[in-house]
């Protein structure tokens, strides 16, 4: 079995960033090395002590996650509020979501504080938000057993309930985190916000300790960073992800356990509205109708300097598009369906035999899939090389991993003429956008210069070239598809835009039809 992960968890920062730092180096020459640091609380504070390491300065340790902002105040740190690096090592997950690492541990998360849906904004969250979140995690495993870690900013209603400490103060938290917490069941519950450490006794999971065998929870508070009282406000574990665990070690149970803390009737107030989302399925070329993944920005009126409410993005990842298990898939565009992984026709080719390489369970990117769903990728990668190789053409592979949610790898065939010209082309127009792709060794591997939460571009050629770039700040979203579509490769630049492209449903099936066809003798999936 692989190695257990080491993980550091850390309460309310508000700005102490050196205090933080030294004490987890400290940690991590000691004890380490550790995985990752993940910071529960409010990570930033005012002043100026955030820019030696936006700037380059001074360097963070080691990788590290930070929920969203809890004041408007903070917003300004966040570049883009739905995720993204904030400076090298530091990676902001996004609002709420569900992260799967390489190594298969599940953490879910939820920033900010509770509203209701009409003073949401970028600091507060909703019943819309946790019953999202819920989705996620059920929708992406049939045999749902819970995740690992939850990690929310404030705390859970009435989770001191069978568990009361003299003298201790009840902070009142939010029954939207009881819910989440009871349907998601984490094996560590992690918050902060309140400034005070407690560790509560473990409860179970189901409602009588006689019951059907479930996990016990862990919940935890970590108070602020640095904190006079020296309130415990870091915490170290070693966890085996979930889905790696034997039943009769995950179901042990021990002998100071408690019933769950969150009263049903209480848990039974909560519903999840019906959805006023239309949703509409497209495996589209990385680009999205309804602006749904453009940038927020914060607009103020002329006699107003109060920001006014940004409205919730459209996009859903309770609903994703890409999720083979999803609804609105649309399946007439599938062409071959593996065990981890899936190829279907891109939405709006660019050229025939365009398609894309999607994994069938959620993940985000290439640099945080499991090996083995890595492994399938690239089993189609190879099985597509040789399908193009019999007409004279080479695969050019391209990832965007900002603003999207889900995993497409693009796939555009191009004459094998063209190969010797690519990478500068990639390169050139790179330069006169504003920014640099660099070449990567041949044995490099994304999960290692881009961890989860990195948002990158990447090619990888036939030849054996890889062009990498790390996005700080914007991005040109076609940009891949505009270098080939360009005068210099494809001569199609009418066509550099997807929506351009569509044809009828009709014609979409029978493209698919035809390029399942051709592709049988090399679908290693039959």
């Known amino acids: 079995m692989a190695d257990k992960l080491k993980i550091l968890v850390c309460g309310d920062v508000d700005g102490k960033f050196k205090t933080l730092f030294t004490r987890v180096e400290n940690i991590n020459k000691k004890s380490g090395p550790f995985d990752f640091l993940l910071c529960v609380g409010n990570f930033f504070g005012h002043g100026d002590a955030w820019e030696p390491y936006s700037n380059g300065s001074l360097r963070v340790p080691l990788p590290v996650y930070v929920l969203g902002p809890n004041g408007e105040e903070f917003v300004k740190y966040y570049p883009d509020i739905t995720g993204g690096e904030l400076c090298p090592n530091v990676s902001y997950v996004g609002k709420r979501g569900v992260f799967t690492g ?98 509560r006794r473990p409860y179970r999971n189901h409602s009588q300790l006689g019951d059907t065998p479930s996990h016990a929870t862990r919940f935890i508070a970590l108070a602020k960073v640095g904190n006079p009282q020296k309130d415990k406000w870091i915490y170290a574990l070693n966890i085996d992800p979930i889905d790696r665990m034997k039943s009769n070690v995950l179901y042990q149970q021990t002998t100071d356990e408690t ?46 300097f109060k920001p006014k409410r940004r409205p919730p993005p459209v996009f859903d990842q309770a609903l994703c598009w890409f999720c083979l298990a999803s609804p609105e898939v649309e399946k007439h565009l599938i062409v071959s369906v593996g065990s981890e992984a899936y190829l279907a026709v891109a939405k709006g080719a660019l050229v025939p035999d365009h398609v ?122 076609q940009f891949g598809r505009d270098v080939l579509a360009s005068e210099y490769v494809l001569n199609m630049p009418d066509r550099s835009d997807w929506k351009d492209c569509k044809v009828s449903k009709e014609e979409e099936t029978t493209m698919t039809n035809n390029f399942r066809s051709s592709f049988e003798e090399f679908d290693f999936t039959l």
């Not at 904004?121 to 996620?136: H, L, M, P, S």
Request: aromatic share 10%.
């Open 102 to 199: 390489l190594s298969g541990l599940k953490m879910a998360y939820v920033s900010g504080k509770p509203s209701s849906e009409e003073n949401e904004n970028d600091c507060t969250f909703t019943k819309n938000d946790v019953t999202a979140v819920r989705d996620i995690c059920l929708r992406s495993n049939s045999n749902f057993k819970g995740v690992d870690i939850l990690a929310t900013s404030g705390w859970p209603q009435n989770v001191m309930n069978l568990d009361l400490r003299q003298g201790m103060r009840h902070p009142n938290g939010s029954p939207l985190l009881s819910w989440l917490a009871s349907e998601i069941k984490p094996r560590y519950h992690f918050c902060a916000q309140e400034g005070i450490f407690y560790e």
């Open 259 to 304: 019933e769950c803390p969150y009263g049903m009737e209480m848990l039974l107030q909560i519903v999840r509205p019906q959805s006023e989302v239309k949703q509409t399925q497209f495996f589209y070329d990385m680009d999205n109708t309804n602006g749904d993944f453009t940038r927020r920005k914060r607009h103020k009126r002329d006699d107003d």
């Open 356 to 477: 894309l390489i999607l994994p069938i369970g959620h993940h985000q990117s290439s640099s945080c899939v499991p090996d083995n769903v890595l492994k399938e990728i690239e089993q189609f990668k190879l099985a597509l090389s040789k399908y193009y190789r019999q007409k004279g053409k080479v695969p050019v592979i391209f990832e965007r991993n900002y603003k999207t949610s889900h995993l497409q790898i693009q796939v555009v065939p191009v004459s094998s003429k063209l190969l010797p010209r690519l990478k500068n082309e990639f390169q050139e127009k790179a330069e006169a956008e504003g920014f640099h792709l660099d070449e990567l060794p041949e044995y490099a591997k994304l999960s290692q210069i881009a961890p989860a939460g990195t948002p990158y571009f990447y090619v990888e050629l036939s030849d054996g070239d890889k062009l990498f770039h790390r996005i700080q700040k914007s991005f040109p979203l």
